[in-house]
């Protein structure tokens, strides 16, 4: 059988607010071009100097461009200033776009110091110190790094020669990275029931980088590594690059969006917010668990709960006692069946979780419950088990306590999904 599976890191960095500022600040149209379609080079350079000078530009945290006072003499105007400079010629030409500066407008002096990024903007060039700068600071703020999580880099660097260390700095690619707990054993006690692969939609650089992390010695993925560039379909992951049948195949991945064609396939896994970053990235308001100086469980987390699935789906196919050939099994049905047996025997009604006005079997928590075997109404009566809802103020919230059901927020039916078990009620009360 094989396993493809999402790297279970989490990373972090912060490049992206520098390509942010840039998109905001390099929007050029076509309006500096003539009527019919030619352009006059000098009025182009003046019009760009002039629109240069006259903008408010914030280049990441360290730097202010500061509008001097508009005079009718342009070549007498001073128009930039650098916050940690207090003389207004000594701007530090940080970089140019088409041939002049971002803070000045003075034309390029073109020393060959100078690096192209042109894959942020075509006509991009910044200088050696600037890029050295932005280079540090985004190392210091590649978690957008907070007081209390400041204490990362720092365990970084101490624990950098220790070889069960599950926190790495990668300099090369100014990223922090930590290993989820638990994926040491997970990867050594999966191996002998699944060919394993590294599936990711990053680059190849970071996806062999990252399995090198889970994998230094080479025993578990080889070159079973698929990245971006190997995917035969835009934002979306498909088994045609695997080898080996889909019938057999069991995927592992934070995101069910990038596997359309291969839900059947597909154990959902709870994302792993270690850093403050990725809450902030997806939209959680709440401390991140660096944060809170604390990680998930090694023998209760998403991983060790995992495992135990696979276990039980592995001895269902390999069952001596099924009466069918190996070749004729199908793991997408047994997954069907191990996942219905989570909320097997459980009656759901929801309340207030979505609007009265859609259809209740369309949403997706609706369709998560069926799928974890749970019955699923819109209405109460004898029968009906659990009440899911937001509210303890609804007229069915008050039936379920009148009546000694079960009252649980939406998590509940969220956690069972992602851990393949059910949840103690009590852990999810509204």
């Known amino acids: 059988m094989s396993l493809a599976a999402e790297s279970p890191l989490q990373s972090s960095s912060s490049s992206d607010d520098f390509a942010a500022f840039l998109d905001a600040e390099l929007d050029a149209d076509s309006s500096n071009s003539s009527p019919n379609g030619e ?30 006072s508009k005079t009718a003499d342009v070549n007498k105007e001073k128009s930039v200033l650098s916050s940690e400079s207090t003389k207004p010629n000594l701007c530090p030409h940080p970089g140019f776009i088409k041939g002049l500066c971002l803070m000045c407008g003075q034309i390029e002096e073109d020393d060959g110091s100078g690096v192209a990024l042109s894959y942020i903007h075509k006509d991009l060039k910044l200088g050696s110190h600037e890029m050295n700068r932005l280079r540090g600071a985004d190392l210091r703020n590649l978690l957008h790094v907070t007081a209390d999580e400041d204490h990362l880099l720092k365990q970084a660097d101490l624990l950098q020669d220790d070889p069960n260390r599950s926190l790495f700095k990668l300099g090369s690619m100014h990223m922090l990275t930590k290993l989820r707990p638990f994926v040491r054993t997970f990867l050594k006690e999966a191996s002998p029931m699944f060919e394993m692969y590294v599936y990711t939609m990053a680059e190849r650089c970071y996806a062999l980088e990252m399995a090198r992390l889970l994998d230094p010695s080479n025993i578990y993925f080889n070159s079973k590594v698929i990245s971006q560039s190997d995917c035969t379909q835009r934002h979306q992951k498909g088994l ?33 917010h270690y850093f403050a970053s990725s809450c902030h990235q997806f939209g959680f308001n709440m401390k991140s668990l660096s944060q809170c100086k604390k990680d998930e469980s090694d023998t209760e987390g998403a991983l060790a709960n995992v495992l135990n699935d696979l276990k039980h789906v592995h001895h269902i196919f390999f069952d001596p006692a099924l009466d069918t050939d190996l070749s004729s099994r199908d793991v997408r049905e047994m997954l069907k069946k191990v996942r219905q047996d989570v909320l097997h025997g459980c009656k759901i009604a929801f309340s207030r979780v979505f609007p009265s006005t859609v259809r ?15 019955l699923c109404t819109t209405d109460v009566d004898s029968s009906v088990t659990h009440v899911v809802s937001t509210d303890t103020g609804t007229a069915k919230a008050r039936w379920a306590v009148q009546n000694e059901k079960f009252l649980v927020n939406p998590r509940w039916v969220e956690a069972a999904n992602y851990f393949w078990c059910r949840q103690k009620e009590d852990d999810y009360v509204v």
Do not use: C, F, P
């Open 360 to 374: 209740a079997a369309d949403q997706h928590i609706w369709r998560i419950a069926e799928q974890l075997g749970a």
């Open 240 to 272: 045609d690059v695997v080898l080996g049948a889909e019938s057999v195949v069991v995927i592992l991945d934070d995101t069910e969006l990038v596997w359309q064609k291969h839900k059947d396939n597909l154990i959902v896994m709870e994302r792993y």
């Open 39 to 68: 352009s006059n080079d000098d009025e182009e350079i003046d019009l760009k100097e002039e629109r240069i000078k006259r903008r408010k530009v914030e280049m990441s945290e360290t730097i202010e461009v500061i509008e001097s």
